[in-house]
Structure formats: structure tokens, C-alpha cells
């Protein structure tokens, strides 16, 4: 017997400690006390009967009809809202059977593709699910930082996972998910082209060209992506990303974009591109199909593109990464995990459904099989019999896991954009990588940064919590294709408002009538309701605004 989120009382947990002796947890234990008392409650004793009629019936009652149907059974207790991908969904609805009987719990699996986005959507408004399944452990960071991740007690349970897929999980020292599977990029090599596989991106350069003066391949290697994708070669040049604290954690203060090794390894590549050893066109599938037609001798790729490589009919082999001036290169790792929403208020059912069901060795086998990733789960990965992926784990031995911290999401863009403006002669190495850090720092430094907004007496009809707010993120303009910010439209209520323009989420640099720094404000009036928008021109900083 338990209370579900709507406080009704159901039963039916076909559960003795006959049938289980000591072997559940405390959860279990705990849910049965809570049972025992509502039942208590509910066994009161009967009411006595009324009193037998002071006359007889006029007519004989009719015999009942025999049922013709069997009782039905009782609906289930409560319901566990489980999101996960098309790819995870049918293993876990093969759990539902058991985990009803169990605990007289239905799961209601529901399928989605934007898991993370949702989740922070929903899960603020009480409408986010109880578990949330197959996110990457970066993406827990932010989840966490905005208290909708539930702190995770696996128990006896954590002895069974491999120990870096934990820390993965782990954030201020504290568990916030339960990793199932890892993946890391690796080094593809022709086998048709290559005898040996390089052992130092020297060695790359060496057997590339050779290729290419025999007219064997166009290019000595593929690229496909600008940061991920390349971590292997930044790492071999000394490059990172975050550097750690004295208690292992990352520290944000410590960026790596700009380090020595960074710039080498960029400058590198820019060289490489500049004898035409590398495409100019760094596009993953483009990239891809170069080293499955045999264009390109090697390629960095993740077992996510496998089933590709073996449907081209390539001949390949799988290899660690070429060591460089700093050692050898590894690559990022992420691993998958699921995590328990804090906003849910059947927490100790979904903590019993992951300890119990999930972290078991047939769930962690089903799970490997239709994912096709390293498990996280030391029994299944010490069975593992696919030499593909038994070469990844080997490539990612010494594979750091993506930092998982809320600044990680201040890196992407600035980063790749930096080896852009590199690759395409835009800026030398050094100028574009210190310029990108520097917008990193910024960023970590005031998460607003870059934002450019209007902020004013109307933002608290514009889904701000107040007005002249200039951090509010609801009113923040966007650039549309002809370089201008606009917002809007805002529906107002009839009135008279002012306004400013106010960038990165402050009023340190703001501008007002005919663009003028600390300008006055801009005034408007809507003589009935109707609505606003606004655009600004950050060459003039001057502000248009329309009125509807």
C-alpha cells in the first residue's frame, strides 16, 4: 500500500519476508511501514446493522444473475513517468511486467528526442517525469545547477560499475546519476592502405603522403568536426580544456583554449590544410565518406558510426590515438546515464526501480545490445565479445570525461569558432584561440555576457519577474539575417513605457535616445492594448521601436 501523487491509497505489493527474507533495501522497508499504518487505519471495525424491516416485501425478491464476467484486477497503485529515446524505451518496457507485480507501479515510458531540453522546460513545472533516461553526463551539470537532478544512494549496488563512469556522475562530490554505458572516439586506419598503424602524428604526415604521391588517396586524413572531434590531436600537442583543482575537480578558473598545446595543435592543422593533406571542408558525413571510398587513409570516429564504417566495406582496423609532443592523445569521454527528478514525489519508487531492475546484469546486457556502447556495468563490459568495441575501450583507457560543469557550456561556441577562424585564414592561431578564451572567460565570469536586451517599465508584462530587469532572458533580442537584434512582439496593456538598451545582462554598458552611452530613456505609448517590438542596430546603437 502507498500514496501516489494524487494521495490515493492503493495496495497490492506482492512483496513477504518469506518470499524475500533480508535481502531488500531500506526503501522497501520503509514503504511497507507506510503501508502497514494506512491499513491499520483503514481495518476500523465494521457498522452494526440496521434494523431488520417491520414488514415484508410485497414481492419476492428476483434471484440475482450469476456474474459473467471475472472482478476486475485492481488499477496499479502509482505510475512512474520514465522519458527516454527510441532506443532505450523497448528495454525498459520489458521491465514493466515485473516491476508491476513487484510493487504494483506501472511505468508510463514515454519517447523523446530533446531529453535535456524538455526535462529543464518541464520539470520546474511539475510536469517533468520521474526519471529521466540516456542523458550524457555533461548535460547533468546544468540539470544539477538548477536543482532538478535527485541525489542517487546505489548503495551496495556501486560496487558493480566501473569507478570513472561514478565520477562521471558525480558533482560537488555528490551523486546525481546512474551511468549504463561509455563511449569514446577512437583511430581508424585502411588496412588495404596502411600495414601499421602510426604510432605519432609524424608518422600520420609520413604514411599520408606517401599515399598521396602514389595517387592512392586524395587526402592523408579525414576531419570531421572542429573540437570533439579533434581533442585527440589537442591533447597530443598538450593542449585542454579545464585544468583540475588540488581535490580533482574541475576548476573553471583554469582555462586550456588558449594553452601552448592548443595553439600548436591549431597551427598544425592549419598547415596540414595549406599542403592539402586535409580537406578544407571538415563536414562529418563528408568526412566520412572519404574514408569509407578510400580517399582518406585514417579517421577519428565513436562507436556511433560503426554500423556505416561495416556497411561500406571498408577494410579497417581499430588503434589508440598518435602520440605528439605531449605524449600520446586521448580522447573525451561521455557517459550515458539516468538521473531521478528532484521535483518528483515518487522518489524512493524510482530510486527501487533503478537499483532493482536497471543495475542488474540482464537490463546492463539489454541495454549494451540495442546501444551498441561500452556498459558502465563491470560484469557485462568483462563479456564484452566485439573486438570493434573492445578497441575503443583500449583507445579510451586515458579518455578524461567531458567536464561536467555548468562553464563546459560557456566553451563550445567560442571554441569552434576560433578553429574556424584558423582554418580559414580568417586569424593566425594564436590571435583567434586568445581571442575565443578571452570570450570564454567573460562568459564564465557573467553567464549574460554577449546577451544585448531592452529592458524598461514594460518587461513585467513581457514574462519578466519585474521590471527594468536587463538580465531577464524572456525580453533578450536575437540577431536576425540582416545583422540587426530584434525582440518581440510583446503583447501591453494600454499605457505609457520607457525603455533602454542595455548589453550583457547589466547596466555597466547601456545606451538611450539617439544611441547615446547613459542616454535617456526611450519613451512610447500604446493609446488602447496592442503591442510591441524593438530593434537595435549595434553600429548606430541606435533603437526603433514600433508600436501595434
Known amino acids: 500500500m502507498i500514496f501516489n501523487k494524487h494521495g490515493i491509497i492503493a495496495a497490492n505489493f506482492k512483496h513477504t519476508q518469506k518470499e524475500k527474507s533480508m535481502k531488500k533495501s531500506v526503501l522497501f522497508t ?88 524538455d526535462f529543464q522546460l518541464a520539470a520546474p513545472l511539475g510536469e517533468g517525469p520521474d526519471i529521466l533516461f540516456g542523458i550524457p553526463h555533461d548535460q547533468v551539470a546544468s540539470i544539477v545547477a538548477n536543482g532538478l537532478a535527485a541525489e542517487l544512494d546505489l548503495g551496495e549496488k556501486a560496487a558493480q560499475f566501473v569507478p570513472s563512469t561514478l565520477d562521471a556522475c558525480k558533482y560537488d562530490g555528490k551523486l546525481y546519476c546512474m551511468p549504463y554505458a561509455t563511449e569514446n572516439l577512437a583511430f581508424f586506419y585502411n588496412t588495404d592502405l596502411v600495414e601499421t598503424a602510426p604510432t605519432t602524428w609524424d608518422e600520420v604526415v609520413e604514411m599520408g603522403e606517401a599515399l598521396k604521391a602514389e595517387d592512392k588517396v586524395d587526402y592523408i586524413m579525414a576531419v570531421t568536426g572542429t573540437t570533439y572531434d579533434l581533442y585527440p590531436l589537442y591533447t597530443a600537442f598538450g593542449g585542454y580544456i579545464f585544468g583540475k583543482d588540488a581535490n580533482g ?28 593533406n586535409i580537406p578544407a571542408d571538415w563536414d562529418w558525413a563528408n568526412n566520412h565518406a572519404l574514408f569509407e571510398t578510400g580517399a582518406a587513409p585514417f ?5 556511433w558510426a560503426l554500423d556505416r564504417i561495416r556497411q561500406s566495406g571498408i577494410p579497417y582496423a581499430i588503434t589508440n590515438f598518435p602520440a605528439g609532443p605531449a605524449g600520446e592523445g586521448y ?13 518528483s514525489e515518487n522518489k524512493l519508487l524510482a530510486q527501487a526501480f533503478l537499483t532493482e531492475f536497471v543495475a ?30 573492445i578497441a575503443f575501450g583500449k583507445a579510451g583507457i586515458n579518455a578524461t570525461a567531458m567536464p561536467a560543469i555548468p562553464a ?65 532572458a524572456a525580453t533578450q533580442m536575437s540577431k536576425n539575417d540582416e545583422g540587426l537584434w530584434v525582440s518581440g512582439p510583446f503583447a501591453l496593456k494600454a499605457g505609457e513605457y520607457e525603455v533602454k538598451v542595455a548589453l550583457d545582462g547589466n547596466w555597466t554598458t547601456n545606451y538611450g535616445v539617439d544611441g547615446e552611452a547613459n542616454g535617456d530613456n526611450y519613451k ?25
Open 360 to 389: 542488474t546484469e540482464d537490463t546492463m546486457t539489454e541495454l549494451y545490445n540495442v546501444g551498441q556502447r561500452p556498459s558502465a556495468f563491470i560484469s557485462v563490459l568483462e563479456k564484452l565479445d566485439d573486438a570493434d568495441l
Open 30 to 117: 520503509a514503504i511497507f511501514l507506510i503501508a502497514t499504518l494506512v491499513l491499520g487505519a483503514c481495518s476500523q471495525p465494521a457498522p452494526a446493522p440496521t434494523a431488520a424491516p417491520t414488514e415484508a416485501p410485497t414481492e419476492a425478491p428476483k434471484p440475482t444473475e450469476a456474474a459473467t464476467e471475472a472482478p476486475t484486477e485492481a488499477a496499479p497503485a502509482a505510475t512512474l513517468r520514465i522519458w527516454a529515446d527510441d532506443t532505450r524505451a523497448p528495454a525498459l518496457e520489458k521491465l514493466a511486467p515485473a516491476f508491476l507485480a513487484e510493487y504494483n507501479v506501472a511505468l508510463n515510458i514515454e519517447l523523446k528526442s530533446s531529453l535535456r531540453d
Open 249 to 276: 575537480n574541475w576548476n573553471d578558473q583554469d582555462l586550456g583554449v588558449d594553452s601552448e598545446g592548443m595553439i600548436a595543435a591549431a597551427q598544425w592543422l592549419k598547415d596540414q590544410l595549406d599542403k592539402g
Open 299 to 303: 579517421i577519428m570516429a565513436g562507436p
Open 408 to 472: 563546459m557550456g560557456s566553451v563550445w561556441g567560442n571554441w569552434d569558432t576560433s578553429i574556424l577562424l584558423v582554418r580559414d585564414g580568417k586569424q593566425d592561431a594564436k590571435t583567434a584561440l586568445k581571442e575565443g578564451a578571452e570570450k570564454i572567460r567573460a562568459l564564465i565570469a557573467n553567464p549574460a555576457y554577449g546577451m544585448v536586451n531592452v529592458p524598461g517599465s514594460y518587461q513585467d508584462q513581457a514574462g519578466c519577474e519585474a521590471a527594468w530587469a536587463p538580465e531577464c
Open 331 to 343: 580522447p573525451f569521454s561521455g557517459v550515458q546515464t539516468v538521473l531521478i527528478n528532484e521535483q
Open 524 to 548: 512610447f505609448t500604446l493609446d488602447a492594448d496592442g503591442e510591441v517590438d524593438f530593434v537595435y542596430d549595434e553600429a548606430t546603437h541606435l533603437l526603433t521601436i514600433n508600436v501595434k
